[in-house]
């Protein structure tokens, strides 16, 4: 029988088909998907692995004998099955496992106008009925079984973005876009289309198995098919999505990537242009540059720990405008404060064509410091490594603490975090400073105590 503690992550359900969880298992969460969330209708959708349409059909399936009408919308990225959820008003869930290897397949839930399902929301009730009916089979219902229909979203959807950013005035741009062989090659295609761009389309087949490279554009090595084509073409800007096209990550004309900070400084930016003094969230390691950029242009700033549940959370609590994460995540209030890489793609596109510097030149002002990137490590024990690296900077001058995730050390001007995985045994960490030898020295000194 299926360890369901195995695949029932914080935020998602995630495994290997069907070694670890397959249709029969789909169908059971749908169903408990429908009585937990108690709807009468769902939005259904899936990406283009060769496990979804059979998951995704049996998840309906599940949804519908309890007595849930849903709405089927077939291939969509995960930003457009969130389009569906708030534009509907209705709970969703999205058939993929974003940038893992082929086998691999998952679910991501959300509650109507998108809101977010996570452990503490409704998946572990969702996980729990699961569990039981797969000892008792799927209990009879008085409940008239719902209908299965489908609609297609995706004009809607893109239609909904450009609403959202005013791209009619823009000079004509050259861009490179790498899909991945994920759903940007199913939603970019509609979204660019008639707007004064020349589109140099990357690996936009729709195909699961990953030919090409793996769809994770975190990664440096997948970026370098894009660099060299940004590099070849002479393009003024070059997107890399992840499989599920949540996730955007820019690289500029010289072929260098752009940090997800300076992103986020540059959203964070024209949103309070529109906005003025309203909130913008960042997660704690993003760039210095993020708060700073955000209180010049008079905005109010709001750290969290790293993660979407903690910035939705935050999203929902403070009403921010628009928040965003270091992994390339960045989330909207105008898009029902979800995630979505392709919105956040559509600003940086309206801010480079807007003006006539190249994209190297925009950035420049939002990216201020040396970075180390996240490095991991594999260790024995989390805690006692963080307590080790703690003790050897406790007492140093001007040397302050905090642990809102992880371990957060500061210095004049530097910091690093050192914060655990969740789920595997490495301790994650990220250096800034204002230069790159400090960075440097800085991560040399933690990494040898962390390794030793």
């Not at 599920?244 to 690289?251: Q, T, Y």
């Not at 940090?259 to 210095?288: C, D, F, M, Q, Y």
Request: net charge negative; charged share 25%.
């Amino acid at each position: 029988m299926p360890d369901l503690s195995q695949i029932v992550k914080a935020y998602d359900v995630r495994g290997v088909v069907p070694d670890q969880w397959d249709e029969e298992l789909a169908e059971l969460f749908g169903a408990a998907f429908a009585t937990v969330t108690g709807a009468d209708a769902i939005v259904v959708g899936h990406d283009m692995r060769p496990s979804s349409p059979g998951m995704a059909r049996a998840f309906a399936e599940g949804a519908a004998s309890r007595g849930a009408d849903v709405t089927e919308i077939g291939l969509c990225s995960t930003d457009q099955l969130y389009f569906a959820s708030g534009e509907l008003d209705l709970p969703g869930a999205m058939f993929t496992a974003s940038h893992n290897p082929a086998q691999y397949n998952g679910i991501k839930m959300c509650k109507a106008g998108a809101a977010p399902v996570g452990q503490d929301t409704g998946l572990a009730e969702i996980r729990e009925l699961a569990e039981q009916w797969l000892e008792t089979g799927l209990p009879a219902t008085d409940a008239t079984p719902g209908t299965i229909t489908q609609r297609d979203v995706l004009a809607d959807y893109a239609g909904y973005l450009r609403q959202l950013v005013d791209l009619s005035g823009i000079r004509r741009l050259k861009v490179a876009v790498d899909a991945g062989n994920g759903m940007g090659g199913h939603t970019v295609p509609t979204v660019f289309d008639g707007l004064p761009i020349d589109l140099t389309p990357m690996y936009f087949e729709l195909d699961g198995t990953f030919p090409n490279h793996e769809a994770n554009p975190l990664d440096p090595k997948n970026l370098v098919d894009l660099q060299h084509k940004v590099r070849e073409v002479g393009a003024d800007i070059g997107l890399a999505f992840d499989g599920d096209a949540d996730r955007c990550f820019v690289i500029d004309e010289r072929g260098e990537p752009v940090s997800p900070s300076a992103i986020t400084a540059l959203v964070a930016a024209r949103e309070l242009a529109k906005h003025p003094g309203e909130t913008i969230i960042h997660n704690l390691i993003t760039s210095w540059s993020v708060p700073e950029v955000v209180k010049e242009h008079g905005g109010q700033v709001v750290r969290t720990r790293v993660g979407h549940s903690f910035i939705k959370q935050e999203m929902a609590r403070t009403g921010a405008i628009f928040g965003g994460e270091h992994s390339a995540h960045y989330y909207f209030r105008d898009f029902w404060k979800a995630d979505t890489g392709m919105l956040a793609a559509l600003h940086v596109l309206a801010a480079l064509g807007g003006q006539q510097r190249p994209l190297s030149e925009l950035v420049a002002e939002y990216d201020r410091y040396a970075a180390s990137g996240e490095i991991n490590s594999t260790v024995a024990d989390q805690a006692e490594r963080t307590a080790a690296v703690r003790a050897a900077f406790d007492g140093r001058e001007g040397v302050s603490f905090d642990e809102l995730d992880g371990l957060t050390v500061t210095g004049g001007d530097w910091w690093f975090n050192l914060r655990p995985s969740n789920t595997e045994p490495l301790l994650r960490l990220n250096v800034e400073a204002r230069d790159t030898a400090t960075v440097e020295r800085l991560r040399d000194e933690v990494l040898a105590i962390v390794r030793a």
